[in-house]
DNA sequence: CTCCATCAGGATGTGCACATTTCTTGACGT
DNA sequence: ACGTCAAGAAATGTGCACATCCTGATGGAG
């Protein structure tokens, strides 16, 4: 299988596509924005084929909405719909801490402590910034804890649809998760093997999360690409290394 | 909101796209088989950037494998894979029959009714065909029963990842899930408002889909592109209207 | 003054042609 | 005889140019 590189290559897509969801990830991009195709080539500094490419795949992941022969915009999530991704990660987030609560091995409880302390290291920095990351990646790290590739996609898919919300409606309170204390509780009930409490906490924790996003409606205004996408282009493309490619 | 359809319009893709699917639904692509754009472009009398375009569709909704500068190719699931696609299912269906047991308007019980009804019709009938169908769609049912969008186009996109088996490895045995009694025997959980029943139904449902799937290993055979598509590319377009954009 | 029709400008969608890569076939050397 | 390498052919990937459609403005009629 060989795997070599061109010229060019995919990094060039990787990197438009990861440029954009950066962009929207920072709270660059207001909801409502259009992203032309011609504008945005001009600013990445890449064909507009490499710009539609990436924004089709956007499209279809959901972090874009497209309108034929219109554009594509960054869309407004309503109450209703995030409440809708709230539900679905709440089912199974609720099965994975039970599951994990019922069994689990002693590097995955390892890795749990680990990660719950550095997220408290965060918190007494104070780097908000890394708290996010770690925030959203504590959950995914519960489903990678059940050793299901399948589950751990569909679920950062929802995480990553979750936090849109913050990035886009409120980038001032970067504040992802109400506090590491409730992940911490959560590992330690899931370390106890009390399962029924690590559910119940784990849905606590999630209607949270509901109110304190339904409690800060997204802040209309336009934004202008050029800025938007200012020293965003070179920076790695992080988010994107958990999509490869499926290998027969 | 202006929905002029054009000449060829993007029916043409749906068309493009759900022949494919249908073709792989028959069990008329087997596992492995390349799909080169060049030639199914003629087969289907389109532009190759048709075809391509469904193609790479196709491939991120999971129905194809890409790799690059090499083709398209029909996967073949592995049985780890199909069973964490199973686990997964199993997750959320189970909360799923819990929630429509522990709550359902009238109207819900009347469709589960009705559609196990339909069921049980088919197989009188012997009608495989439509009992293959049916079979899926009650699984979607139960999604639609709990009002969440997001949820039933998540357990949708699970749901024909899992018929994919069915329809590719075994295309000769129609029988999608164990028999309509089963199904019977879960609504019937759900209407009678027992929860524990019901989930556990459920799971053992899903749990011998798995044994089932799992005692027919794919059989790999070479397939002509154009004896495969004879007599499909016409049909109207049935699974793809699920499918629409999304519209803010 | 308001409303509608018409038209120019720009953006999206599509087909085409070329560059690049990979697979196959055949010949050559060991 | 087998393995290796090279050259041709075919398929994939990409950029370009044109067709089609939407949007906003301008001018005329009521």
Redesign the interface.
């Known amino acids: 299988m060989p795997r070599k590189p061109r010229k060019g290559d995919?990094a060039a897509d990787e990197a438009v596509y990861g440029a954009i969801r950066r962009a929207m990830h920072m709270g660059r991009l207001a909801p409502?924005t259009k992203l032309q195709e011609p504008a945005l080539a001009r600013v990445l500094g890449v064909s507009r084929e490499r710009v539609r490419k990436a924004l089709?795949?956007l499209v279809?992941e959901?972090w874009l909405?497209?309108?034929?022969n219109r554009g594509t915009?960054v869309?407004?999530l309503t109450v209703e719909?995030m409440r809708?991704?709230y539900?679905?990660r709440s089912?199974?987030e609720?099965?994975?801490v039970r599951r994990l609560s019922e069994g689990h091995t002693t590097a995955a409880a390892k890795r749990l402590k680990a990660h719950v302390a550095e997220e408290k290291a965060a918190t007494r920095r104070d780097d908000r910034g890394r708290l996010f990351e770690l925030s959203g990646e504590f959950h995914v790290l519960l489903a990678e804890l059940c050793g299901?590739?399948?589950?751990t996609r569909?679920l950062r898919g929802?995480l990553t649809r979750s936090t849109m919300h913050f990035s886009l409606a409120a980038p001032r309170q970067l504040t992802n998760c109400a506090g590491p204390h409730e992940h911490g509780d959560i590992a330690e009930a899931i370390i106890g093997g009390k399962a029924d409490r690590a559910a119940k906490l784990m849905l606590v924790h999630l209607a949270g999360l509901v109110t304190l996003q339904a409690g800060h409606p997204p802040e209309q205004k336009p934004v202008d690409l050029a800025e938007a996408f200012r020293d965003i282009e070179g920076k790695p493309v992080r988010e994107a290394i958990g999509r490869r490619?499926?290998?027969?």
């Open positions: 995919v409502g089709h795949r279809h959901g909405t497209a309108i034929p915009f869309p407004s719909e809708e991704i539900d679905v089912m199974l609720a099965a994975i299901n590739d399948e589950l569909l929802l490619i499926r290998n027969a």
